[in-house]
């Protein structure tokens, strides 16, 4: 679903990214985890093709991001760390421009709309401008828009963070679903418990290098993921 080949990326004198190599195949939620500023934001966005990177190759069903990017993005869908949405457009107009980006039928963004904005208790909200939004309620905005087109794959940067339990509850859910469909999920966090619980996979990031990944369990063996992680970033010390 999702290859990435010799990944590198850097700002000026600074690799951010350094000749990343990883595979994400369809059913696989892949845990992203790092130190901050180890390149996890620099990797993603180059996946969701809004950043131009130094060299290697990333291909999304077999199709170069480099070569045919809007191929890839009407596959994935990209949710950033802190959603920058429209402000000055309500929900609703915000989900139907979405819609219209990636060609949603009427029928199709009308049932699910419905349904998502649902689950997520947001349906009362979606004739306020976004403006008037709290933090979790653009999370929850950005995570419709995110499942409107069907994405085979989604990426996202750390996708709990000021999620209510109720939504980052849904929101694995639908993570699951996703990947039982056949797509795949490759998401950043900080919350190592969380991705303990949720991954199949995972890749751990230093200072822009893969230091480990696999299976959860060939990367944590009998240890806690928190062990494990701390172990390695002691290394550095
Ligand atoms: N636009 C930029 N210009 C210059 N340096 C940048 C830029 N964006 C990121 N960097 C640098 O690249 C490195 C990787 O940053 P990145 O945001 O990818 O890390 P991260 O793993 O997502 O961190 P965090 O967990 O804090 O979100 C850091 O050293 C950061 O300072």
Redesign the pocket.
């Known amino acids: 679903m999702l290859q990435i080949e010799h990944l590198t990326k850097t700002?000026?004198e600074?690799k951010?990214v350094d000749d990343l190599s990883l595979h994400i195949l369809p059913g696989e939620i892949y845990g992203f985890i790092?130190?901050?500023?180890?390149?996890?934001?620099?990797?993603l966005k180059s996946v969701a093709g809004i950043l131009r990177f130094d060299a290697g190759e990333i291909r999304i069903g077999g199709t170069s991001i480099r070569t045919d990017p809007l191929a890839c993005k009407r596959k994935l869908a990209y949710i950033p760390?802190n959603p920058d949405l429209y402000d000055y457009m309500t929900g609703i107009q915000y989900l139907n421009f979405i819609a219209n980006i990636f060609g949603v039928s009427a029928a199709d963004r009308q049932v699910r709309i419905r349904e998502l904005a649902e689950r997520f208790e947001l349906t009362n909200d979606l004739a306020q401008p976004i403006a008037a939004y709290s933090h979790g309620m653009k999370q929850k905005l950005a995570i419709i828009s995110a499942w409107l087109h069907a994405p085979q794959l989604v990426v996202m940067d750390e996708p709990f963070v000021g999620l209510d339990p109720k939504a980052a509850h849904l929101l694995k859910g639908m993570m699951r679903e996703l990947c039982d469909r056949g797509g795949a999920i490759f998401f950043?966090t900080?919350v190592l418990e969380v991705a303990e619980k949720l991954c199949d996979k995972v890749a751990i990031?230093r200072a822009g290098k893969l230091i480990r990944s696999g299976t959860m369990d060939e990367v944590k063996g009998d240890d806690s993921l928190e062990e494990v992680f701390l172990e390695l970033e002691g290394e550095t010390c």
Request: without cysteine.
């Open positions: 700002y000026g600074k951010a790092g130190h901050n500023g180890a390149g996890k934001t620099t990797t760390d950043s900080h990031l």
